[in-house]
Every structure is written in C-alpha cells, then in structure tokens.
C-alpha cells in the first residue's frame, strides 16, 4: 500500500469525519485513522444531534458542503425546532438519531469519497521535522508520511473512566485510551490540561413504566437540517418522555455523595458548568425537591433509551437504588451506569484561526483536543481544519470565518482567543450578532463562500441560486402590491389588530406580529397565485418562511448589520508581528502578558482577550497613528 498522503486526519468522530470528508472533495489524498471503523462518528453520549445554538453550527456545517446535517436527517427519529415562542435568531433545529444507523450513513458517506481512504489504527507518535508535521507513527508500528495532520482525538488522550470507587482507563467504556501522543506534544512546547464530561446510565424500555411518564412528540414540518432538496427523514417517528426526580431519589443520591469520584478528591479536572451531572444538581441546588429528565430513545429497533438529566459518575448500585425512587422506575433495568471520563486536552490559545498550531506548521487541532464538548462544536471545526489543511498543501488563502458570518466563526475566535477554562460549549449569548446567525440563513451567508473554494457542489450552488431568485421575486412582489382595507379587514379585526383605514403595501400589513404570509395568501388571490409561482420544489415552504422573516425583522436585521460593519473596521487593523509588547511599558502588565502569549493577528481580536481593556486598545491605535 502507499504510505504518503496530502493529509493525514487522526480520530473518526465527528471533527474527524467532517475534516476528512472536507479534505477529500477539495482534492487532498487524505488518510482518516481510527481506532475502530465500526463506531465512527460515534454518539458517545445522547443520540442526539443540535439543539440551542448548536443546531444553527450543523446548519452551517452543512451550508459548507459537510455531512452532519445530511447523515442526521437520514437517520432522525425525532425532529424538532426549539424555541418557537421567541424570535427567529433563537429558533434552534434538533433531532434525536438512531445511533447505529448515524454511524451507517457516515460509513456509506466516506467509503463512497473518492481521495478518502481509511486506516483501522492507533496514531501514537507524530512524525516532525524542524518544526514542521511530517506524518504519523501508529500502533502497528506503521509510518503514514503526509503533508499536513489533523489531530481529533477525543477524549482518548489518557482517558480514565469514573464509576464510583473503580476507575477504568479508556476513551468511551470498553474502548482503550491513548498514551504517549499527549506527551510527546508537551515535550514540542504545548501545554494541557485534564477536563470532565459525564453521560448518564441506560436504561431497558421495557422495564419503563410509560403510561405514567409525559409524552413529547417530535413534529413533522418541512424543516429539517439540509439545506439539500433530496435529503428527507425516513425512519419511523418516535417520543421522547419526560419525568422528574423526587425528593427520596435525592436521599439515596446524598448518601451516596461520599462514595462520588466528583466529592471525594478522585476527580481532579474540571467538567461542564451548563451540563452538570446528578449529584452537582442536589448539591449546587440543594433547595430544589425535583430535576426534570428526559427519556430519549436510542434508535428505531431498539429498547435502550438515554436518560438525559441523570448523568453521574456514582457507584453503581447507588445509581440503581435513586433510579427505582422514581415511580415509572419502580422496576427498571439498565444496560449500563453512567460514568464520567477524564481526558487530555490542549489550550486553544496555541492555535491560530485556521485551527493549525503556532509551534508546528501543518498541524490542526480541532474537536475535544481544543477544550470544547458536544458533537456539533466537533463538526464545525473540523470542517475549518479539514479546508485549511488542504489549502496549506495545495495554496490559496486561509479560510477563515468572521463572528458576524457564522456561530463557528464565534466559537473558534471564543477559543484562540480566550481560550477555555472549562468545556465549551456553544450558546446563543456568545454571539453578538444572533439576528444576523439565524438557522434559517446559513446557506445565504456561507455556500457562495464555500462553493468559491472548491467545497460546496455545483448542485448545492444551484439550489442556492434557486433559492435567492425566488425569494427575490416574491419579495419584490410584496414590496409593490397594494391591498385595499376592504380585502383584509375583517380578518385584521379577528386577528386583534388595527384595521387599515386607506390602502397600504403588502409588506406594511406583514411586519404587523399578528400577520403572516399564510394568512394574506388565504385571502388575496394574486399573492397566493405569486406564491405558487415559485418553482422552487420541496423547498416551497422554506422560501415564505425565510422572506417572511426577512421582511419582519428587516429593521433589526440593518442594525446589526451596521454595528457588525462598525467593529470590522478593527477586524482591519492587522497587528501580528508590527509590536514588541514587552517595550510597550503603557500597556498594563497583564495586558503585554497576554499579547505576547496569544500574538492576534487583529486589533479587533486583541480587543476581545480577556484582561485586555479598552484603553490598551486604545493605546495600540495611538502607537498605529490612528
């Protein structure tokens, strides 16, 4: 076989996958190594795929031309758009998967990509010369020689599993850690660190008491994660449940708090604020009597289901005695406890936003290697790293995206530049320019720049340019009709809102809450006729709903647009390599500290270090003649 690759990608979840399949279909012979073919892109923890910001990354992800979004429609059982009562810049898609099948369709994806090829292996020893990635030494004592390498590892590096009193070294149950790789990166100059995550136990569906749980269907509209018009959810719908815990499954937790690796001094590192597991929830809110669950199912052939809300890292009969306090487990059975896992991570700061590392050239880190948790956090920088590995091999500019262009633009800039002291995960308050991330949108702003590189198909392009016309054509017809008072009034009256006393526009009746574009094609003929106009196929509803929204919130919309523009004047300003902070006595001293360590490459990403104030900022413009 040949041994010498363009890129080399290291670990084959879901930053793997993403960054392999990316390398592959821009034209980079890539070698994708893991240690077990049959559990890539591996649903570690709940087969669930988006959710609260999460699900606008996938969006994106997909929006690039990358695969999450596409293998989870195939594979949901469940779909749903959460947070429907607030604005679209909160609307959020998530979707449980069937996890045997998620792992399937990844599999059908990258044995189908023609430059992708896969090597069931452990890397163990990264190949460098005079600080540049050279390839990789594995397990078997083979040596695979490539131009660039990707480093997903995991929570592999010294992973150690926590059930109670027994500890157990791997990076998932069952599955072994990886030594050796963390430490030869210290010896080259990186620093690590230890953090925690935690997944709950599962539970036997049949010893579930359903009929005294709360039923939480999915829905079935035409929303999904693709933007692509032949992807579509196939499998058989299924509920999730919800439950709660009870004061005496607190009781049983309690006592068992001495036992915990989290209270008892076994558990060093530091785990997830916003995901806390069972026993931090009856201590950090120990005046609470109860904790919602939710009861999610695993696949569609199966009785495992995930107890979402319950993860602990307890002795096992502990688990089991708490779990039993709660009516509808009165008579459970598991098929395995929770635990929680340490693992080895590195400080984002030594990245740049191309995520290759300042101490060796061609070398990308992304997934939980940088600090980060959660599948979709995964995916979207491994797509990052997968693009700019192959154009570190073959040339062109570094792909990079803006705070203002995409939720991944925010969480890699969130990591370089501040780095993470705690797993991070992605919120819609880490964004400052939400209305302009919206879900809905993510094709508009990211595939023309996708498609320019080489990423995005000619077909996603098209569907893209589909997509602009129609919207624009309805838009504009929206724009310039008019509506006399007698075609709408009696329906503004019954909808609670004020009745037009002369003639208006279409678009001044639609920005009214109470109005939608359903609503006025009911009742106006030559606007339902513009409407099925369209040809735009299965994605017929998706186009009202994104000019609906374009309409409502276009004022909103501007704003953001103006103050994003504002602050990019600073995005402008480059400063990497033009000062020596250590001379620059006027800068506080935390401030030529950080500035030193981090080295950003902007004004504007200088601005956002932690310890940097304003008037530091303020002081590098002075000494900029600005």
């Known amino acids: 076989m040949n041994f010498k690759y363009d890129i080399i990608v290291v670990g084959g979840g879901h930053a793997g996958c993403e960054a392999a399949a990316a390398a592959a279909n821009l034209g980079s012979k890539t070698l994708l190594v893991t ?63 069937d996890r045997m099948k998620f792992i399937s369709a990844w599999r059908y994806v990258l044995d189908r990509l023609p430059n992708l090829f896969i090597w069931q292996d452990t890397a163990v020893e990264l190949l460098h010369v005079r600080g540049e990635v050279t390839g990789i030494r594995t397990a078997m004592n083979i040596s695979f020689f490539a131009k660039a390498v990707v480093l997903t590892n995991g929570t592999f590096l010294n992973g150690l599993l926590h059930i109670g009193a027994v ?53 079935n509209d ?28 607190h009781d049983v937790l309690r006592r068992g708090l001495p036992e915990s690796p989290l209270y008892n001094g076994q558990i060093q590192s530091v785990g997830p604020r916003y995901c806390p597991s069972i026993e931090t929830k009856i201590v950090t809110f120990a005046d609470r009597t109860r904790h919602q669950l939710f009861l999610e199912p695993e696949g569609e052939d199966t009785q495992e289901y995930y107890l979402n809300g319950f993860s602990s890292s307890l002795p096992l009969e502990i688990q089991l005695e708490a779990l039993k306090c709660i009516p ?38 992304a997934g939980q290697i940088n600090g980060t948790t959660g599948y979709e956090e ?54 400052e320019y939400r209305i302009l991330l919206r879900q809905d949108d993510a094709d508009m702003r990211l595939t023309e720049q996708s498609h320019a590189i080489g990423l995005a198909d000619a077909g996603r392009f098209r569907l893209l340019r589909e997509k602009k016309d129609a919207m624009d054509a309805l838009t504009n017809f929206i724009e310039s009709y008019s509506v006399k008072p007698s075609q709408v009034n009696a329906f503004l009256e019954r909808a609670g809102t004020s009745p037009l006393s002369h003639g208006c526009k279409l678009i001044d009746l639609l920005v009214r809450p109470q109005v939608t574009v359903c609503n006025l094609a009911g009742l106006l003929s030559d606007f339902s006729e513009q409407i099925h106009s369209l040809a735009v196929g299965t994605r017929f509803e998706e186009i009202i ?35 020596d902070y250590d001379s620059i006595q006027s800068l506080s001293t935390e401030a030529r500290q950080k500035l030193k360590r981090i080295n950003p490459e902007t004004l504007a990403q200088a601005s956002r270090i932690p310890g940097i104030s304003p008037n530091d900022v303020n002081i590098l413009l002075i000494l900029m003649g600005r």
């Open 35 to 97: 240690m077990d073919m049959h559990k890539i892109a591996q649903m570690s923890c709940n087969p669930a795929v988006g959710g609260i910001a999460k699900g606008q990354i996938v969006r994106e992800v997909d929006a690039l031309g990358g695969y999450m979004g596409i293998v989870t429609d195939r594979t949901a059982i469940q779909f749903r758009m959460l947070n429907r009562s607030k604005g679209p810049a909160m609307w959020s898609p998530r979707a449980q998967s």
């Open 167 to 219: 500890t157990l070294k791997g990076g998932r149950l069952a599955e072994p850690a990886v030594a050796g790789l963390t430490e030869q990166l210290r010896t080259l100059g990186f620093s690590s660190g230890r953090m925690k995550t935690g997944t709950p136990v599962r539970i036997d569906g049949r010893s579930v008491h359903f009929d005294e749980l709360t039923e939480q269907p999915g829905e």
């Open 222 to 249: 035409f929303h999904r994660f693709s933007f692509l018009d032949t992807v579509s959810r196939s499998l058989k719908q299924l509920s999730c449940w919800t439950l709660y815990t009870n004061e005496a499954c």
């Open 328 to 365: 509808a487990f009165r008579n459970v059975r598991i098929y395995r406890p929770g635990y929680a896992i340490e693992y080895d991570f590195f400080d984002p700061t030594q990245l740049v936003h191309t995520l290759e590392t300042k101490l060796v050239r061609n070398l990308f880190f």
């Open 378 to 431: 995964a995916a979207g920088q491994g797509i990052i790293a997968g693009i700019n590995a192959h154009i570190n091999c073959h040339g062109g500019s570094p792909f990079v995206l803006k705070r203002d262009e995409a939720y991944i633009g925010v969480l890699i800039d969130d990591l370089v530049i501040k780095g993470v002291d705690e797993p991070y995960r992605m919120f819609t308050s880490r964004a």
């Open 545 to 579: 709903e994104a000019v609906e929204i374009s309409v409502k919130y276009i004022g909103y919309i501007k704003r953001e647009r103006q103050i994003a523009d504002k602050i990019s004047r600073l995005e402008n300003l480059h400063i990497r390599g033009k000062f």
